[in-house]
């Protein structure tokens, strides 16, 4: 049999022809170890290079941690094969060269999409500050203390403007809403009533007019909710006896309205068609109102069902109108109430079920502890649905002992205000902390996630990874472009900042 050159004859050990597989030449052993060491070990290099720094360039998710995990599994008997190859760099380089690609690959297809802290405002000082509410305004977040009002530029994180209360004042009411680029907020000295109101131009921070109010009596530096309201183009502002509108754009007097007999105010919320007047009637049932901002017309008038005694209250909603009460009897009313424009009771959801205990105020039922002159509130309403977060007593559960370990789940849950009927539940990794409107969707936001779910149907459209700080109490979220959030926490003395902007 003649030679082939290139191969080894057997017989003789001379040199000989090279040998041929089925389709092509085959690969010795020398070769063979160096490519596939090279594309393997490149593979699980370069995808767990890219898991230790995918975060910092927008990727997320659990997958992240499986991807690791795969990396260093497969790093540890391709390492030697990796070595091999570098030591060989004509059949090498191009084998690691694959198979960096196919590991950067694999990362892309697999991984989520994550966010960072684009920028964090420095901790608060003294380490007793706390904010007590905030607002968004065009391009800026506007962050409420006692003592200062700050508004930072919700790209970057630098501060605009500074706002100090006149005196010795401190801050202990604010407006929920703003109009005209204008927020109410009321202030006063230690253990005086909250009897100044001022009109603060969010754009620079400037104090547009200052109105004197005959507030209720006020305790220490004390703050309190739905005091202030805007409405459409009125400033209303609840004092001892009445409500009082005030012209937005410059403080002039607009109307007053009064409560019925024996009834004294107790809470106000403004919309842009509406004005919502709550009165307490000693022992007989609260009376809740609707006005029109213009005149203070009454367009609605509705007895609530709280002759026992409220415990909690709050206007979920102006348009439709929507009210959580929470009466002090165990077998008393506990519900968010839904009105038509006749005052005629349309829907009522309970608060504690068989199934959910609903998060309309955030952190619970005593979340009014949280950001004191402008609560947080986790009930929304899109269109004609309640969206709230659901809980359930074994949501979270802590397990192991000298090395416990954590694990939780959470849901938003959608209820009609038409019917009452549930609509949908959307299922969360963990108790939502965070809740804002975004169009036709909503977002929430748990301790490392953000979901956002569709608002009409509950499917989800996109979840983000955060990567960076972990928000662990309730925050204020805010939507400030495609992707990009800001976070507001109340004690940003700690761990957590003050204001932080993710993207």
């Given at each position: 049999m003649a030679d082939v050159p290139g191969d080894k004859d057997v017989r003789t050990g001379r040199a000989g022809a090279r040998r041929f597989g089925p389709s092509g030449p085959a690969l010795d052993r020398d070769t063979w170890m160096v490519v596939s060491g090279g594309l393997l070990g490149a593979f699980f290099a370069s995808m767990g290079l890219a898991v230790l720094l995918g975060p910092s360039q927008g990727f997320g998710g659990d997958s992240l941690g499986s991807m690791g995990i795969v990396s260093i599994l497969?790093?540890?008997?391709?390492?030697?094969?990796?070595?091999?190859?570098?030591?060989?760099?004509?059949?090498?380089?191009?084998?690691?060269?694959?198979?960096?690609?196919?590991?950067?690959?694999?990362?892309?297809?697999?991984?989520?999409?994550?966010?960072?802290?684009?920028?964090?405002?420095?901790?608060?000082?003294?380490?007793?500050?706390?904010?007590?509410?905030?607002?968004t305004s065009g391009n800026l977040v506007v962050r409420v203390r006692p003592d200062q009002v700050v508004a930072y530029r919700s790209g970057t994180g630098t501060v605009a403007w500074r706002w100090t209360p006149p005196g010795d004042d401190s801050v202990c009411a604010m407006s929920r809403g703003t109009g005209r680029g204008l927020g109410l907020l009321g202030h006063s000295p230690h253990d005086q009533p909250c009897g100044s109101v001022t009109a603060l131009d969010l754009s620079d921070g400037t104090a547009r007019w200052t109105a004197v109010a005959d507030a209720p009596a006020r305790f220490g530096?004390?703050?309190?909710?739905?005091?202030?309201?805007?409405?459409?183009?009125?400033?209303?502002?609840?004092?001892?006896?009445?409500?009082?509108?005030?012209?937005?754009?410059?403080?002039?007097?607009?109307?007053?309205?009064?409560?019925?007999?024996?009834?004294?105010?107790?809470?106000?919320?403004g919309g842009a068609a509406a004005v919502v007047t709550v009165a307490q009637c000693g022992a007989a049932e609260p009376v809740l109102r609707s006005l029109s901002p213009a005149d203070g017309r009454e367009q609605t008038r509705v007895a609530l069902p709280g002759a026992g005694g409220l415990r909690n209250l709050a206007v979920v909603s102006v348009e439709p109108l929507a009210v959580w009460v929470d009466t002090q009897g165990e077998r008393g009313t506990h519900a968010v109430l839904s009105y038509d424009r006749a005052g005629r009771q349309r829907a009522a959801i309970p608060v504690t079920g068989d199934e959910y205990d609903l998060d309309v105020m955030l952190g619970g039922v005593h979340a009014f502890d949280e950001f004191d002159a402008r609560p947080l509130y986790g009930g929304v309403v899109v269109g004609d649905l309640l969206i709230v977060p659901g809980k359930r007593p074994d949501d979270?559960?802590?397990?192991?002992?000298?090395?416990?370990?954590?694990?939780?789940?959470?849901?938003?849950?959608?209820?009609?205000?038409?019917?009452?009927?549930?609509?949908?539940?959307?299922?969360?990794?963990?108790?939502?902390?965070?809740?804002?409107?975004?169009?036709?969707?909503?977002?929430?936001?748990?301790?490392d996630k953000l979901t956002s779910v569709e608002a009409a149907t509950g499917r989800r459209r996109s979840e983000l990874d955060v990567n960076d700080t972990v928000s662990v109490n309730p925050v204020t979220l805010s939507v400030t472009g495609r992707e990009r959030f800001t976070v507001v926490a109340e004690d940003g003395t700690r761990d957590e900042p003050p204001v932080r902007g993710l993207g």
């Open positions: 497969g790093l540890m008997p391709c390492a030697a094969g990796l070595l091999w190859a570098l030591l060989h760099p004509r059949r090498g380089v191009p084998a690691i060269a694959g198979g960096a690609a196919l590991g950067v690959g694999a990362f892309a297809l697999f991984a989520g999409t994550g966010l960072n802290d684009d920028w964090k405002a420095p901790p608060d000082r003294p380490a007793t500050a706390r904010a007590v509410g905030s607002w530096d004390t703050a309190e909710p739905d005091l202030l309201a805007v409405a459409d183009d009125e400033a209303v502002l609840q004092e001892r006896t009445d409500w009082r509108a005030l012209r937005l754009a410059d403080g002039a007097a607009a109307w007053r309205s009064d409560p019925d007999t024996g009834c004294a105010p107790l809470q106000v919320a979270v559960r802590i397990t192991g002992g000298k090395n416990p370990s954590r694990t939780a789940t959470g849901r938003l849950v959608a209820y009609s205000l038409a019917d009452g009927a549930k609509r949908w539940t959307a299922g969360l990794d963990d108790q939502v902390i965070g809740v804002v409107v975004d169009g036709p969707s909503v977002w929430a936001l748990t301790r």
